[in-house]
């Protein structure tokens, strides 16, 4: 028996043929029209038996479907205006669903006294298994994921708190690098301490390095390739940058009984603090013979450099009128210290923000940095660095970051004072400040330049109608994009 679709089919062709065919004009001395007969005769017997394939193969509701789509193949054939019953194109806002009205906020904090789960809402389940609870208080994000969350992102968390310390007498300082958070390529991190008087030796490396005071002060020497010194102290809230291979030393003052703590950036992500050029690392390692013949003197006068490394040693607070060694060759035309301490913020909506980049820090021409403060109930606003990955230190509070890696793939992650975070170039995020204290970050970028987009003023800056075709915004909600950034969103 014909199946449905082809007796329709069947259908539909014989009778656009049987009704495209002349009339045939008898004539039994015309062997054509006898021909014509003949194949009209059994083009209509061909259509009767369709009809009746049709009939046995439906019900008589399909039967009468498959009429009216007959009569309109013969209307159609027969020129006639059959109305399209085709509806128009949905809007836009109607092919697909519409996101979620779900909050989607963070179900605990740090300092909550239940015992965290995996469940949010109607999914996950309790965890019945081992659990450290400390770790999942600090990231409720991870182990209970707002629905917003979707795909694959690498992990953009580092607590140097989880870092192993390397301990030296006057002072320790322990590392991030591409061997703990991989997706950090582009820069590494040294959190380093010195006490009063400490020295970080003499040495170089073959990346710049960029250090924000955290707390005391530390005296900087070096000098350039052209043989001009140099001599600064850098405090709380300072800056230094010294350019790759440039020789530098680092000394606690004693303006603070405790020293010294600073964190050290430096511009490649595979960098490691235990691979730096030290000054008694590679006396240790040259014949007394050579160094003698070197400096011009005997070779006794090089009986008490030390056997390896001093890397971190004790030693007597430097002077606080100390000078720099007179030099013929004059003293560098940049300095390698900026006062970011005295540098007025920027007060915004719900913080604040400092940027010091090569513009007013001339001689930083691989790094740049930002100071942002976010008031409680506040957030740095959905933004995205065009060009250049983000390398972030929290100092102070608590924040919640969401990664977009295109291609629905995000992630979110809890920051504390003392963690490293990460954005690679050109993912949106935002910083919400999920505490009740101010949270105080850096976002330090490898660029001469800083530069960000800001979310809302892109829209705000955009012909509204395309917006309004993209995102169905009315118009009340329309008028309060700006089209100056706001960097920092006050609370509504």
């Known amino acids: 028996m014909l199946t449905f679709t082809k007796a329709i089919l069947c259908a539909v062709v014989l009778a656009r043929y049987s009704t495209a065919a002349p009339a045939a004009v ?13 194949a009209s005769s059994a083009l209509s017997s061909a259509f009767a038996s369709a009809s009746s394939a049709v009939s046995s193969a439906i019900s008589s509701a399909g039967y009468q479907a498959a009429s ?8 159609a054939s027969s020129g006639r205006t059959v109305a399209s019953s085709t509806a128009s194109a949905p809007p836009a806002s109607e092919t697909v669903p519409f996101a979620s009205d779900d909050p989607n906020g963070m179900l605990w904090s740090e300092q909550s006294t239940t015992t965290p789960e995996a469940i949010r809402d109607t999914l996950g389940a309790s965890v019945i298994g081992p659990q450290n609870v400390p770790i999942a208080l600090q990231n409720p994000d991870l182990l209970a994921p707002p629905s917003t969350d979707a ?11 989880l870092s192993h310390n390397r301990l030296q007498t006057g002072g320790w300082a322990r590392q991030q690098n591409v061997d703990v958070m991989p997706m950090a390529q582009s820069m590494a991190g040294v959190n380093m301490r010195l006490e009063a008087g400490a020295v970080r030796e003499l040495h170089w490396h073959k990346t710049a390095e960029w250090s924000y005071v955290i707390k005391g002060s530390v005296q900087v020497s070096s000098i350039n390739s052209d043989g001009q010194n140099y001599l600064g102290t850098a405090s709380a809230g300072d800056l230094w940058y010294f350019p790759p291979g ?11 009984p405790d020293g010294s703590e600073f964190l050290l950036v430096f511009d490649d992500g595979a960098f490691s603090e235990d691979s730096t050029f030290l000054l008694t690392d590679w006396l240790a390692h040259v014949p007394k013979e050579v160094l003698a013949k070197n400096f011009k003197t005997s070779i006794s006068a090089f009986d008490h450099i030390p056997s390896r490394q001093l890397y971190i040693f004790p030693s007597a607070p430097p002077l606080d009128n100390a000078q720099v060694p007179d030099d ?15 540098v007025k913020s920027t007060e915004l909506d719900g913080g604040s923000v400092k940027v010091v980049d090569s513009t007013t820090f001339p001689v930083a021409q691989a790094i740049a ?18 060009t250049q990955d983000e390398w972030t230190y929290y100092l102070e509070g608590h924040g919640r970051v969401t990664l977009f890696a295109s291609s629905s793939n995000a992630r979110t992650f809890n920051y504390d004072a003392g ?11 935002y910083v919400e400040n999920t505490g ?20 809302n003023q892109w829209l705000a800056l955009t012909p509204p109608d395309l917006v309004k075709a993209h995102l169905d915004l009315d118009d009340d909600t329309m008028a309060h994009l700006s089209k100056t950034k706001y960097t920092v969103v006050g609370p509504a």
């Not at 795909?151 to 708190?161: L, R």
């Not at 963690?419 to 995020?429: C, E, I, K, L, Q």
């Open 26 to 38: 008898s004539s039994a001395s015309d062997p054509v029209s006898s021909v014509a007969a003949t």
């Open 68 to 75: 009216s789509a007959l009569a309109s193949g013969v209307l």
């Open 151 to 161: 795909g694959s992102v690498q992990n953009a968390k580092w607590p140097f708190a």
């Open 246 to 256: 440039i020789p530098h030393s680092l000394q606690a003052t004693a303006d603070d």
């Open 328 to 342: 013929p060759q004059g003293h560098v035309p940049s300095p390698f210290v900026f006062h970011m301490s005295q």
């Open 369 to 386: 940095v930002a100071e942002v403060t976010v008031e409680p109930g506040a957030m740095r606003e959905l933004h995205w660095h065009p």
């Open 419 to 429: 963690d490293v975070g990460f954005v690679p170039a050109s993912f949106g995020h």
């Open 436 to 455: 009740n204290s101010t949270l105080r970050f850096l976002e330090i970028f490898n660029t001469d330049r800083y530069q960000d987009i800001s979310l």
